[in-house]
C-alpha cells in the first residue's frame, strides 16, 4: 500500500501552486493548513481544511478556472490511475469500470462539514491527465468524455478546451473515461508490456477486488498518527463500529489492531526516511511516537538500523549515483 502523508500532499499542492506563479502560504495559513499543529488532524478534516484553501484561492484570484491551470505536469512515477489520485485527495472514494475498450474512473472527495468545490475535482483531473501525458510520452492524450457533479458554469467552454474532449455537467457522478490504447501507452515500457502484456495490467486493474478491511484500517491510521498513537476505540468508532467487530474483522483477515498500527508506521517511515525531507525529530512526532527515543527502537525492530544510518546510507546512495553520471 502507498502511503502520501498530509505534508507530502500540502507541499505537493503548494508547489504546483508556486509553478504556476501563484504564491499563496498566506492562505495556507488561513485555512488552517500551515506545517505542523495544523496537519495533525483526521482524514476528513484534512479535506475540509482544502476545501477552504481552495475557496480562499478563487475568492483571491477572482478565477474560478483556476484548478484547471496550476496542475502543471510533475513526474512522480507511475503508481496507477488510482495511485496518482490518492497523491492529491485524502479519504478519496474512487472506482474504475471498463467496458468496450474504455475505462471510467469515478471520483468523489468527501467532507466533513464544508461542500467541496468543484476547483479540487477540476485540480485531480488536471492532475491525472497531465501525468498521463508525461507517462505516455504525448501532449495529445485526451479523455473520451469528462463528467461533472456540478452544474454547468457559465465558462463551461474553457472545459473542453482543458481537457480535449466533451465535458458534461450535472451528471450523477464526476468521471473521467479514457481509451485503453491512451491508459497501456501510459504504462511502463517494461518488457511484459513490450509484449502485449498492457491489456492484462489493465485487466487486472478493472477486475481488482475493493480495499480489504485492514486497507481501510491503515489509511485511517495513516491520517491519524501525526496527533499521537491511535486507539482502538477511537478508530472503531470512525469506523461507526464497535471494538470488538474490529477486532473481529481484522482477525479474519490475519492481523490485529496492534500489528497494523505497527505496518503503517514502518510503511511511513520507510517512505519518508527514503525521502529525507523530515528531521527526524519531526518525523517520529508525524508517526505519532511520544518522543525520538521510541522511534529509533522501532527502526532499529524494523530495519536493524538506526534511522540516521537509513538517511545516511540514502545519501551516499545519491552520491555514488551522482558520481557514476559524471
Given at each position: 500500500?502507498?502511503y502520501?502523508?498530509?505534508l ?5 499542492v ?12 498566506a492562505l495556507?495559513q488561513?485555512?488552517g ?10 482524514a ?6 482544502l ?6 484561492l478563487?475568492a483571491?484570484s477572482?478565477d474560478?478556472l ?10 512522480l512515477g507511475w ?9 492529491v ?8 469500470e471498463?467496458?468496450?475498450g ?9 467532507g466533513?462539514?464544508?461542500?467541496v468545490p468543484?476547483q479540487?475535482?477540476?485540480f485531480?483531473w488536471?492532475?491525472?491527465l ?6 505516455a510520452?504525448?501532449?495529445d ?5 469528462v463528467?461533472y457533479a456540478?452544474?454547468?458554469?457559465a ?5 473542453e478546451?482543458?481537457?480535449g474532449c466533451?465535458?458534461?455537467?450535472a451528471?450523477p ?13 501510459a504504462l511502463?515500457?517494461?518488457p511484459?508490456l513490450?509484449n ?7 485487466a487486472?486493474l478493472?477486475?481488482?477486488e ?8 491503515q ?8 496527533k499521537g498513537?491511535?486507539h482502538?476505540?477511537d478508530v ?9 467487530t474490529l477486532?473481529?474483522?481484522l482477525?479474519?483477515e ?5 500489528n497494523?498500527?505497527?505496518d503503517?508506521?514502518r510503511?511511513?517511515?520507510r ?7 523530515l528531521s527526524?525529530?519531526?518525523?517520529s ?5 511520544s ?6 527502537r522501532a ?9 540516521s ?12 549515483a551522482?558520481?557514476?553520471?559524471e
Open positions: 500500500m502507498t502520501s502523508s498530509a507530502h500532499l500540502v507541499r505537493g503548494k508547489s504546483r501552486l508556486a509553478q504556476s506563479g501563484v504564491h499563496a502560504d495556507f488561513q485555512a493548513l500551515d506545517e505542523g499543529d495544523g496537519l495533525a488532524c483526521d476528513l478534516t484534512l479535506s475540509d481544511k476545501s477552504h484553501l481552495w475557496e480562499l478563487v483571491q477572482g474560478p483556476i484548478g484547471l491551470k496550476i496542475s502543471a505536469p510533475h513526474r503508481l496507477g490511475v488510482m495511485g496518482h489520485i490518492m497523491l485527495s485524502p479519504t478519496v472514494q474512487s472506482s474504475i471498463r467496458f468496450q474504455h475505462t471510467r474512473v469515478g471520483l468523489l472527495l468527501p466533513a462539514r464544508r461542500d468543484q479540487r475535482y477540476d485531480v488536471c492532475v491525472l497531465r501525468s498521463l501525458r508525461c507517462a510520452g504525448r501532449d492524450v485526451a479523455p473520451v468524455v463528467e456540478f452544474p454547468e458554469p465558462n463551461a467552454r474553457a472545459y478546451d482543458t481537457f466533451p465535458v458534461r455537467f451528471m457522478h464526476n468521471v473521467m473515461e479514457f481509451s485503453d490504447t491512451d491508459l497501456v501507452a511502463p515500457a517494461n511484459p513490450m502485449g502484456g498492457g491489456e492484462q495490467v489493465l487486472s478493472a477486475a481488482a475493493p480495499p480489504t478491511f485492514s486497507a481501510k484500517v489509511t485511517l491510521l495513516a491520517s491519524l498518527l501525526p498513537p491511535p482502538r476505540d472503531a468508532a470512525q469506523m461507526m463500529m464497535s471494538e470488538r477486532q473481529r474483522r482477525a479474519e490475519g492481523t490485529s489492531f496492534t497494523l498500527v505497527d503503517t508506521r510503511e511511513l517511515a517512505q519518508s526516511l527514503s525521502a529525507g525531507e527526524l525529530k519531526m518525523l512526532f508525524q508517526l505519532g511516537f518522543e525520538p527515543s521510541a522511534f529509533y527502526c532499529k525492530r524494523w530495519f536493524g538500523m538506526a534511522p544510518d537509513i538517511q545516511h546510507k540514502k545519501g551516499d546512495s545519491h552520491g555514488m551522482n558520481k557514476q553520471s
